[in-house]
Each structure stands twice: as C-alpha cells, then as structure tokens.
C-alpha cells in the first residue's frame, strides 16, 4: 500500500500557473552522472560490461546502484527564481529576483558550529514556499541533495515530525567560499526523504574465526569485479516516489 506525502503550498507565489511544485528525486539526476560511463577501460575511455568479464575494464561509480539511490530517494525543493551570489567587503551576499526576497535570508555568523573551511563562516536560510503533510508515525528528513558536491551551498541537515506539523520554516545553509555568479532557477537545494518512525534495538553479533573467515570469502566471491551488477540483479529493491 503507498503512503502519501502532500505538499501544501505557503506562498501566494505557487498560485501562477508556471510555479513548480516539488518533484520526486530522481527528476534530478546532475548532467554530470549521466554523461559519465558505467564502465571504463585502458586510458579512461568508455567500456562495456563485456570488458569487464574479460578483465579489460572495471565498473565506475555510475555503476553502483546505492550511489544512485541517494540520488532518487524521496523528494525535492527547487530554487524558484535565479539566485546572484557575490562577496561584499569579504561577506558573501545573495539577491533573489523581485518578488522572492522572501525565499533567502541571512543568519550571519554562528558562533561555534563547525563546519568545514571551504565554506562562509555566515550562514543563509531558505524559506521554502512549500510544507510537507505525512501520514501517521513519520517524519521527514531534510538534508542537501544527495552525492551532489558540484553544487555551491550546503543545506543543514533535520528531522521533522510532519505528520504533526506542516508548515514551513527556514532551513539554513551555508555557502562555499569563492563562488561567485548564478545559482539557477530549478536548482534542488533540500532533499526530502520520508522516514517511519519505529522503535528499534541493537545487538552486536561477535563471530567466531571460522564463520568470519567463511563470511568474508562470500562477499567478494560474490561481489567481485568480474561479476558486475550481481547486487543489482539480486538484491536490490527498486524504491517509489511519485
């Protein structure tokens, strides 16, 4: 049985007939990640699975079906206007087109969060013109898209209750440092996944020599490089969002 998540618009913007409304994730897979070969041979140049059972070529990260399932897992937020991004006096600044001043604001400096120094000591927020209605028992988790360190920014990472609360709010960010130019309308910049709320427990299973020795064998019998797509053939479970 699906579950069904409902997005509710919050601004008087979603009203124009060419307002986008969230998607699901997998409508943005970066160029980047399609243009790149699943498999790749002598001097980097494309292959073929074929290659790659005669041990000419090996699989790439295109070929890893859980790098791909971050990518289409749950939903997406996009930008909906074009974005001007520039350094004033060594602070960075952003403007939005008329009419979304709303969308961005600025938190400024936040003393004592640690995040990596490529980025802004200031923090930005987006002010996203959707919330998110789940069913029962679960909850959201918003986070910056996915594998995607192409992109400029770097959304903070939550979790909410949105079967309790469905409003939106604002979800900070923080810039790289040097980027100067056009973050584009359409951009992704919060990735939703929807998660259940259960009660789990934990326990640490220690094996003996003899079943460690025999597990550790299996995986790569199993896995090896010459027997690509074996986790996608067998394993693997296609998820659905719509």
């Known amino acids: 049985m699906k579950k069904k998540v409902l997005f509710i618009n919050q601004h008087e913007k979603c009203y124009e007939d060419n307002f986008i409304s969230p998607k699901p994730a997998i409508n943005y897979i970066p160029q980047w990640y399609k243009d790149y070969p699943k498999y790749i041979g002598e001097n980097n140049l494309s292959s073929s699975l074929n290659d790659v059972k005669k041990g000419n070529a090996f699989p790439t990260f295109k070929n890893c079906v859980p790098f791909f399932d971050a990518f289409a897992s749950g939903y997406m937020y996009e930008t909906p206007c074009d974005l001007r991004v520039y350094e004033k006096n060594g602070t960075p600044v952003i403007e939005t087109e008329p009419g979304f001043e709303d969308f961005v604001g600025f938190r400024g400096n936040q003393n004592g969060f640690y995040h990596s120094d490529i980025y802004y000591s200031e923090h930005f927020y987006w002010y996203p013109f959707w919330a998110i209605s789940t069913p029962d028992g679960y909850s959201c988790l918003y986070t910056t898209p996915l594998n995607r360190f192409d992109l400029p920014f770097t959304?903070?990472?939550?979790?909410?209750?949105?079967?309790?609360?469905?409003?939106?709010?604002q979800y900070p960010f923080?810039?790289?440092?040097?980027?100067?130019?056009?973050?584009?309308?359409?951009?992704?910049?919060?990735?939703?996944?929807?998660?259940?709320?259960?009660?789990?427990?934990?326990?640490?299973?220690?094996?003996?020599?003899?079943q460690l020795e025999l597990n550790l064998s299996k995986s790569p019998f199993k896995y090896r490089r010459k027997k690509a797509n074996v986790y996608r053939e067998n394993d693997w479970e296609r998820k659905h969002y719509e």
């Open 174 to 210: 923080v810039l790289k440092k040097g980027f100067n130019g056009i973050i584009k309308k359409g951009t992704p910049f919060v990735q939703i996944i929807p998660i259940q709320r259960v009660q789990w427990e934990s326990s640490v299973n220690i094996l003996g020599p003899a």
């Open 155 to 169: 959304t903070i990472s939550g979790i909410i209750d949105n079967d309790k609360l469905a409003m939106t709010g």
